[in-house]
C-alpha cells in the first residue's frame, strides 16, 4: 500500500512539473533522484547475481527507459484520471500474453474482471455528444496522451514479470539500486539522441536540487513494489500499487481542478476487474 500511496502522490507532483517543463526533462530529473537515492542500496545489500540477472537488467531497463518517457509524456498531455486508469490494462495484457505462450485461460472471474476493466475504460472515454458505439475507442486513439498511456501498460505488463525474475537473482535492495543506475544510463544517452538536454530547463543552479519530490516518491514507490515482489506474486502487487489509480484522480480534481466527476465510478470498475483477474 505505501506504494500506491507514494505513487499517487508522484503523478500529482509530475503533473505540475510538466505544466513548467519539458517531459524528457521532468523524466531525467527524476530519474536522476531516482538513481542518487537507490544507488548506496548496492553497498548495503550487495549481491552476486548470474549472468542471467544481467540480461533481464538490460531487457527491462531498454523497456522502462521507453516506458518512463512515454508515461511522463502521457501525464503531461492528458488528465490524470484519464490517462492513469489505462495503466489497468496491464493485468487484461499479461492474460492475453499467457494465453498466446502457455495456453492458460483466465477464471471465471477473470473473465468478469477483463470485462469490468473494459467497461471502466470504454466509460471513462466517452465524450459529451458521442453517438457512435465505438467512440470511445476512437477518443482513445485520438487522445495523445492516451495512446502514450497505452503503450506503458502493454510495456509494464512484460516488465512485471521481469522484475520477480531479477529480484530472485539478487535481492531487491540491490536490484532498485542497480535498475536506478541503469535507467537514468540509458536516458541520458536517449536524451542526447534526442537532441540534448534543453538549456531551459536546466538554466538554474537549482533547477535539479528543488525538483527532488517525485524522484523522493518515485524511489519509495519502486523500493516498495520490489520489496513486496519479493514476498508476494506479482499479479497481487502490481494489483495494490494500481489503487494509485484512484488515488492520483482524487489529487487530480482536489488539486488540479480536473473534472473528474464522472471518472470515479468507473475507475472502481477498472480496480474492481483488476482484483477479479488476480483471483485464481
Known amino acids: 500500500m ?73 501525464i503531461k498531455q492528458s488528465d ?41 475504460t470504454y466509460i471513462i472515454h466517452i465524450e459529451k455528444g458521442d453517438k457512435n458505439l465505438f467512440a470511445p475507442f476512437i477518443n482513445i486513439y485520438k487522445d495523445k496522451g492516451s495512446r502514450m498511456m497505452l503503450g506503458v501498460s502493454i510495456i509494464w505488463s512484460i516488465t512485471s514479470t521481469i522484475h520477480t525474475i531479477a529480484i530472485k537473482q539478487s535481492n ?16 541520458t544517452v536517449f536524451m542526447f539522441f534526442k537532441g540534448g538536454f534543453k538549456s531551459q530547463d536546466f538554466e538554474s543552479s537549482s ?23 519479493s514476498f508476494a506474486p506479482a499479479a497481487y502487487v502490481i494489483a495494490i500499487k494500481r489503487t494509485s489509480i484512484l488515488f492520483s ?3 487530480g480534481g482536489f488539486v488540479l481542478k480536473e473534472n473528474i466527476k464522472n471518472r470515479i465510478f468507473p475507475t472502481l470498475l477498472v480496480l474492481l476487474g483488476i482484483f477479479l483477474i488476480i483471483l485464481k
Not at 22 to 39: E, F, G, T
Not at 172 to 187: D, H, Q, R, T
Not at 218 to 229: C, D, K
Open 80 to 120: 490524470l484520471s484519464v490517462a492513469l486508469p489505462l495503466i489497468a490494462l496491464s493485468p487484461l495484457f499479461i492474460v492475453i500474453i499467457d494465453f498466446f505462450i502457455t495456453g492458460a485461460t483466465p477464471s471465471l472471474a477473470g473473465f468478469f474482471g477483463i470485462l469490468l476493466i473494459v467497461a471502466g
Open 172 to 187: 531487491p535492495y540491490f536490484y532498485a539500486g542497480v535498475s536506478g543506475i541503469a535507467i537514468i544510463f540509458f536516458l
Open 2 to 74: 505505501g506504494a500506491s500511496i507514494s505513487d499517487a502522490v508522484h503523478n500529482l507532483y509530475i503533473k505540475k512539473q510538466t505544466l513548467r517543463l519539458d517531459a524528457l526533462s521532468v523524466s531525467w530529473i527524476r530519474s536522476l533522484w531516482i538513481a542518487i537515492l537507490l544507488s548506496p542500496l548496492i553497498f548495503f545489500f550487495p549481491a552476486s547475481p548470474a549472468p542471467l540477472f544481467w540480461g533481464i537488467l538490460f531487457v527491462r531497463t531498454t523497456l522502462d527507459t521507453v516506458a518512463t518517457v512515454l508515461y511522463v509524456n502521457s
Open 249 to 251: 484522480s482524487l489529487l
Open 207 to 229: 533547477a535539479i536540487p528543488k525538483n527532488i519530490v517525485p524522484g523522493v516518491l518515485g524511489a519509495t514507490a519502486q523500493l516498495f513494489q520490489f520489496i513486496a515482489q
